[in-house]
Every structure is written in structure tokens, then in C-alpha cells.
């Protein structure tokens, strides 16, 4: 009897100790993965990620197209990606190339990894703050220049998302 006795105190202690890490206190950790596209007059930009987590910030991997299939030479382009956090409009990805007579036709964006963005309570940005992520693409040839937008992202009204609600 008394091994019984000892045994299922064992097991108690066991249970306790199992489940004293079980406090409630833990906090919920989000990370975001978005693949985005977008067009404009000229652009149809495919591929694009960004990922956030609370550790860092990616941004890139999409391949912009001219939309006319037709090969484009310039001697100049650019882009920028621009988030728009909490109303703050941040650049946070560009990408140039200078060549005479180059064709852009297809154009890689590559890609930038860094560290997170924080709100004003110094915690790390969340998908709810975010209002809009957008490129800018800029070209210029012998006699010609223009620039575009690409609407990538903005943030949609709370009746329209599936995102947490406890993130304001």
C-alpha cells in the first residue's frame, strides 16, 4: 500500500510540475507572410513577398513584366517600395539600373532582409498597422521618362479581413 501511495505522489508531483508552465501569461507571436501583385498603365509586378515577424522584415523576390510584351531600351530604372505604417510612409526596397540601350522588359526586384520596424510603444509593427504598400517605377530613355505606381496592398476595412481583431 504504501508504494501505491508513493507512486501516485510521484505522479502528482509530475502533473504539477507539467502543468505550472501552463500559466497564461504567454504571449501570441505573429508573422505575416504576403504575396502580392499588381499592375499599372505600363507594369504587372508578379511574385512579390513581404514577411514580417517580430525578429525582422523582408521584402522582394517579385519580377515586374512590361505589360505590351514588347521589348523596352532605356538608359535608366528604378524602383521603390513604400510601406505606409500608422500613416508613416517608409521607403523600404528600391532597386536601380543605369546601361545605355538596356532592355527591361522583364526586371528582377531581388530581395532585402532587416530588422523589424517598431510602433510608437516600441513593440514590432503588426499586418493592422500597416496602411498601404505601394511601388514607384521609374524609367528614363534618349528622349523619354516616365513613372508609375503599382498599388500592392491597403489595408482593408475590419468588416473585410480575416485578420485577429486583438491586434489594435
Not at 499599372?40 to 512590361?66: C, D, M, R
Not at 517608409?90 to 538596356?102: I, K, R, Y
Not at 526586384?109 to 496602411?131: F, K, R, S, V
Not at 528622349?143 to 476595412?157: G, Q, T
Request: aromatic share 8%; proline share 2%.
Amino acid at each position: 500500500m504504501l508504494k501505491s501511495k508513493r507512486i501516485f505522489f510521484m505522479l502528482f508531483l509530475v502533473l504539477v510540475v507539467l502543468l505550472s508552465g501552463c500559466n497564461g501569461n504567454e504571449k501570441s507571436v505573429s508573422n505575416y507572410y504576403l504575396s502580392l501583385m499588381g499592375e499599372s498603365q505600363t507594369w504587372k509586378l508578379t511574385g512579390y513577398e513581404v514577411v514580417i515577424t517580430p525578429e525582422s522584415f523582408k521584402a522582394g523576390n517579385g519580377t515586374l513584366h512590361v505589360k505590351n510584351g514588347n521589348k523596352s531600351i532605356v538608359n535608366s530604372f528604378s524602383f521603390e517600395t513604400h510601406v505606409v505604417i500608422n500613416d508613416k510612409d517608409l521607403v523600404v526596397h528600391t532597386g536601380a539600373v543605369t546601361s545605355a540601350g538596356m532592355d527591361i522588359t522583364e526586371e528582377l526586384t531581388g530581395a532585402i532582409e532587416g530588422g523589424t520596424y517598431l510602433n510608437e510603444d516600441g513593440t514590432p509593427i503588426t499586418l493592422n498597422e500597416i496602411n498601404n504598400i505601394y511601388m514607384i517605377i521609374e524609367w528614363r530613355g534618349k528622349s523619354e521618362s516616365a513613372k508609375e505606381r503599382i498599388n500592392l496592398y491597403i489595408k482593408p476595412n475590419k468588416e473585410q479581413t480575416f485578420l485577429d481583431s486583438h491586434e489594435n
